[in-house]
Structures are given as C-alpha cells and as structure tokens.
C-alpha cells in the first residue's frame, strides 16, 4: 500500500460544505477537482460518521496491515495503536467462530491421519526401495567425513597459488583431522556392528522385524531425495488472494470499469470480513455500481481467480451511493462445503407469517425465507438439489400447524411421499386421476379464494386494518382462513399434460394474481424451466424465484424473469458440484433479502423429512388440523365442482329449459352454491365440462332479461348434460 501524498490531495468534505453553504459560496467543478486527485489508494469522500473521526490530512490506510505515512507525533501514536493487535483474537472470542475453528481442527486431524494411515503400505515401499540409496549416500557421507574431503577444494587451491607455507599448514591439519576421525568410524564399526548382530542373534522374532523397520526407515530417509518427500499431500491449501488496493484498482482497470486518470476510491480501509476480505469501492462519477456487477466474472479475471470468490454488491442506504461498491472476496470456493443440516429438524416450529431457516449465503451468514403473501418458483437441472430446497419451505409450513398442505409430485417417487400423513391434498404422478384430482383441488381454491375475499371484506378494520390475513385472522378457525400451502413438484408434467395441462395453469395463475394476501401460497418446482413448462403469465406472478443450476442463461431467465440476465444473475454458471446453490430472487424484505442473494440451501434428506412430519403430524394432531387426505376423507363435495356440477346444472336448469346460455348457467350456479362456484365465468364452467366430454361452443338463441332483446351466445344442451349423468353413473356402477 502506498498513501498519497499530502500535498496536493484534495479535500471532499470541503468541497460539500462549499456546495451547501449558500448563494455566495464558489462552485467547485468536482470533475476537475477529482482529477486532481492523487492516486487510486486514496481517500476521496468521507460519507460516514467514522470518517469524521479521522484526521484530515492523514487518510486511514487502506491496504490492511501496511502502516500510512504519518505526519506529526499525534498521527505518529494513532497510526501506532490503530496498528494494535487485539489481544484476544476475534474468533477466540465468537462461540460459533470458536466451535467452526475448533470442528475444522477436528476434522482436518482426522482427515490427515486418516489419509496418511491408508498409504503405509505404500509409504513402507517407498522406504525399503529408498533404503539402498540411503545405504549408499551414508557410506559416501562417512567416507567424505573421515577423509576430510571438504578440505580438498582448499587445498588444491594452496597448490595452484604454490603457497608451500600454506599447504603445508593444511596438510598437517588434514591429517591430524583424517587421523582421529578414522579411529572414531574404526571404533562405531568396530563396537557397532558386533553389537546389532549380538542383539540380532538375542531378539525374538518380532524384535528382529522391529530393528529391520527401523533400520528400513532411517535408511529409507537418508535415501529420500530432497524434492520427493516421502508423505503425499493429505490437504491442499487452496490459493487465497489477500486483497489490496493495488490488486483491486488493478482488477477494476482490467475490468474497464475505471481508468488509469479517474481510478477507483476507496472510503473505508479494505478488511478481513469472515472467511475472506471486503474492499469498498467509490467508481469514477457516472460508472454505476450495478455495471460493476455486471462485470463479475471480468473483475474476477482482473484479480486472477474463480468468479466463485468474487462477490461485488452494491452499497445501499444512506451510506451507499449508485456507484458505490462492496467487493467481497472469498479465501475459497464459498460453495465447495455444506451449509449443514436445517436447523429445524429435531426441535422448533414456524410461524409462516414470520421468515424460517432457509440457506446461507456466500459469507455463511443466514439466510431466511418468508412465504406468505408471496409464491414460490424452483428451477434447476435435474440431480441439484432442486426438491430437497422446495422441500424446506414445505417443511416450514408443517411445522405451523394451520397451514393446510397441499402436496403433488409429478415424479410419484418417494420424495413427498412422507408429507401424505400431514396433507389435506396428495396427489402422486400422472395418472389420470391424480390430475383430475389436482384440477378439482385447484378450481376448489379459486372458488374458496373467492369466499376468502368475501370474509375478509366483512371483518372489521380494526382486526382486519390491510385487507389480508393476519397471524391472529388464521387463528380464528370459525373464518376458515387459515394458510394454505399449494406445493407442485415436477410441475412440468400437469403443466404439460395433454387434456388438463392449460386449465391447470390457468388456475394457478389466478391463485398466483390474488390468492397470496388471502392466504393462499403456490410454491412450483420445475426441472424444465422454459416458458412452456412455466408460462410467463405464471412465472410473473409468482413474487419469489429459486434458481439453481440451470443449463443455458435463458433457462436462469425462464425462473428468474426476463431482465435477471443482463441484471448479472445467471444460474448456469454454478458448477454441478454446487448443489442446493441458487440465485434467490423476490424474497421479502422482511425475509432479509432485499435483491437477489446467492444461496445455498440447508440440508433435510429423506430420514430428516420423515423427522419433520413425525414432529408436525403430533403438533396438527394437538390443535386438531389434520384433514382431508391426512384423515383418509375424500375431497369435500363442497370443494369438488367435479363431482356435483353435472347434477348442479341439471338442477339449475329445468327440463323445460333444453338450452341455455352459459353466463345464465354459471350466475345461477353462483346462487346455488356461492361458495364453490361464486366468480365462475363462462370459460371455467366450460373447462369444468370438458372432462365430461359436453359440447360447450353450441350457439343458443335466449333472451338476455336486462334488455328483453333476443340473441345467438354460447351455451348448453340440457340433454347433453342428462347424456353425461347417464354415462358418469354406468362408468361408477362398471367401477
Ligand atoms: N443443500 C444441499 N447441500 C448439499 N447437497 C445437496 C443439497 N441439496 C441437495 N443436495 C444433493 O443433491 C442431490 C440431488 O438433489 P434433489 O433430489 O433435490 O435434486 P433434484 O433437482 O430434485 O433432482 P430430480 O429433478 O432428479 O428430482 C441430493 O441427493 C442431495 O444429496
């Protein structure tokens, strides 16, 4: 680090005062005065409150431990206790610091002995072939010692010179030297030898192994060459880049976000923040901190390591500025350990109005998830940890005891299979059934949204103050607007099925639009993130999106939105050993993310889910929630149109009317049962007889009664809805 000089800097915070003080203060062109700045490692602006403290002519260092040129004894002794070490150092103070530091020295112990216990085989190999050459190279070492050989290059160069004094002075020395070291390699050879052939003749068989491995060893060490160590690695350290000012101006140079006359400034010193160091970082006026994040993966070329390690993000709030830049760079791949078990599985329940353990980010600080009010949409390539990260906000919901589950998986493997003795709704696979179940679920919850609004819309204020449900609404059992959790896994597969696909996400999308602030929470999960298994109409509805890895930028932007891409998040650049990571985008504020974070998710495997259920199944059986399929009740006929719709209408419409509009189909339907098909509009009621196979784009003639006029519009045949009984009920009694 080098400070600036002091001679020419220039002085912001005066700048400012002369920019605010009024008509007759001189208007200082802050582009030219920049220009007039020093260097790059400068402090330019003194934004907060801490820069205040600092002595204006001497600009804190930035560089970490290098010491900035002082000026007077004062700056002289602050620059000296700013330099103090703390005495107890910071991660000896942090339980969770001490507990991380402590486990690392566990497990690495373990890892190395293990490692190094495994390769003795091979490590005594290498010894017995090394051994010979260790014979050789103590014998050349004793014989070069006893007769003096270092001595050699001496005198020979007494000889050269014919310096008959000197040679003469060194001989005599040479051979006194040759005369007592000989006696001694006499005496060990002579005593020695006899002595390990005695004890070799003494020891029993084992002791005689044991004198061979030891000698094995030691000649085997002797014979080691000096670059062939005989241990391999157990751990590689891995590159840590220890961040600079010149290593960050030079990263943002080649990043051609600055230049070499309008560097970089940076307002705070850069310091070491958890397993890695944060520069702040001032852009030249005009360059945005958003296209410096953009620049990730240049910026990460300028500091010569993996984008993994390098994490710009702007600085917001009253201490942040558009062009102001917070550069995290990490020792190692954030990612490359887990982020632990859920911290929920053994003990713990969930408020879903309040944000649960979700993930971690990059630093390894928490990252939680808050569900209501809100939709969730997952995408990934299949095998990355897309159902175990949807499973966790599932699991969430359970562990409340109000919310009312909802489970599908396209797949009808084991994943979910668990949540089916907690859920009011299941359904597994693609089977014709399973999906004309999901569409009964679905159209009963946009009926019941209906109903929910209803309700709402006669609470009074003071219960009620924002038109949505409350922690203390849900609690009142009698409204029946407690939560409920829609949670489709593999959604590609309804989505894209061939007779119900389009009504179920149109269905969706409507729950998406309005059923969130009446409780109702859609949570997809897709291994085909594209714009046919996701409609955009779908996808832009639901306000929280999960990425992880995807394989093309446009597959992120399928689960991210359009516009994330260029915005610098892009999911298919994690790595496939970077499992449970991915761009989490919308959560709400109040879930503390407020743009998109990196995450990875925390871990709940099968044996874990079981845990959760068996925990959340006792907690529903306390407060009396479990329903519907928990219970082994059929869907209420209340809530399955399907069931009821054909005998509905011809209940509705008389024998003596054979055909009717639709519209006058659906409001007298609504006056029938108004909590099932209260809001039916013409289309739904179509869509509910498609499965019956009913035409429904007949043209009627009726008369509309608002105007008395007659007119052709789209309706039904009272006997193709008699035709339809007769063939439902021969279908039920062949079943
Ligand atoms: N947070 C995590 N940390 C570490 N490993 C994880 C994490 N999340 C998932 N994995 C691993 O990733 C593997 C795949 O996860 P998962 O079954 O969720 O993938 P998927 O995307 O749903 O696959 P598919 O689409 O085939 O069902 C799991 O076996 C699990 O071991």
Redesign the pocket.
Known sequence: MTSPRDDDRFDWQAAEADLTIGPDAEVVDLAAARRRKPDARSFAVDLDDEADDLDDDVPPPVDPPAVSEPSGMAAVLAGRSAMRRPIVPPWLRSRSELVTAGRWALSHVAHVSLYHLTRIPKYAARLTWRAPFGIARLIGATVRWATDAEGIPVRLAAVRREDAELYLKLSRQRDARVRWRGMVVAAVLLLGLPTVAVLAVLAGSWQRWLMLAAAVAVFGLAGSPKDKPLLDVAAVTPRARRLSADVVTRAFLAAGLCKPDDPITFPMPIMRDGPGWRAVVDLPFGVTADKAVKRRTDLAAGLDLDEVQVWPERVRGTAGSARRLSLWVADEDPYAK??GLWPLIDKGTVDIFAPFPF?EDQRGRAVPLLLMFTSLLVG????????????LPVLAAALDASVELHIYDG?G?Q?WRAFERIAHRAGFGVRDDVVAALVDDLRTLVADMNRRYDTIATLPPDLCPESKVTRQIADKRSLKLWPVLVAI??FQRYSGHPEHGKEIVELLTELCKVGPSVGIIILL?T?KPDGKAVPTDLRDNIGTRFA?KTMTWQSSEAVLGAGSYPAGYDSSRFQRAH???GILLGADDSGAVEEAVTV????A?TEHVEKVIARAYALREAAGTLTGYAVGQAPETVGGPADTLLDDILTVVPAAEPKVWSETVVARLAELRPEVYGGWEPAQLAAALKPYRVPVGRQVWGTDPATGKGANRKGIHRDDITTAVTERDRKRKAG
Not at 380 to 391: C, E, L, Q, S
Not at 600 to 603: A, P, Y
């Open positions: 887990s982020s993930g990934a390539i299949p095998r990355m940890g897309k159902t175990f990260a949807a499973r797949k493997g994943d896994d593999e999960a291994q992880l499992k449970g990571v990875r998710t925390k871990f495997k």
